[in-house]
Each structure stands twice: as structure tokens, then as C-alpha cells.
């Protein structure tokens, strides 16, 4: 098991290759850095962090199915909210910011990157 504050690896490519990167605003072409961390803590449900979360552990096959070698495993949208019946094809996937407003507006997740349209 490893600790989540030695989770480190930058997850923003990871991200870009989702479609799930979010630009800093007011600056063209740059990313937000996102640490492994907060991506493990984010599609686990855990959006409130402070040094007890980040003290919390992990085992190294969660950290890999979770982490940077996650993949979509539906190819329509999953968005909770939107039609269960629709075949739409996601043009873009759910960012970390996304998925916490909605967990804070509904208590219920959305992993990071998972298929968004409109």
C-alpha cells in the first residue's frame, strides 16, 4: 500500500487524452496541473481534502485501475442526469471541477473523465 500524498505523477496528460483538462483561465494553451492525488481522491468520491484524507492509503492494483490507466468503458454519455436511452457519443470528458459541482449539488459522483456530451 502507498499513502495518497506519494501519489504525485502529474495525471494532466491523462486528463488531455479524456478531453477532461481544464484550461487556466485567461491563459491560452495552459493546463491545470492535477497530481495523481486528487485524481484517485475525486473518482473515489472524496472531494473535501485536507491532511487526514491525503493520509489515507491505497493499494497499487487501485491506483492503476483508478489512477493514470483508467478508461472510459462506455462509449455513450454517462452522465447521471441526461437520457439513459440516448446512444449520443460523449464529445468531451467530465472534468474534476464538473464532477465536484455535482457532487455538491446532488451527493452523487461522476468519475473524472467519463463520456460528457452536451
Known sequence: VIHLYECYKDASCHLRFLQSSERIPGQCGNFFDVPEAILLLYRGGIFSIDCNTL????????????????????????????????????????????????????RRTIPVGSGKSN
Do not use: F, M
Open 55 to 106: 493520509s489515507l492509503t491505497i493499494c497499487n492494483t487501485h491506483r492503476e485501475r483508478l489512477g493514470l490507466k483508467w478508461r472510459r468503458t462506455k462509449s455513450t454519455c454517462c452522465h447521471p442526469d441526461h437520457n439513459v436511452k440516448s446512444r449520443a457519443k460523449p464529445d468531451r470528458g467530465a472534468t474534476p471541477t464538473l464532477c465536484k459541482e455535482y457532487w455538491l449539488q446532488t
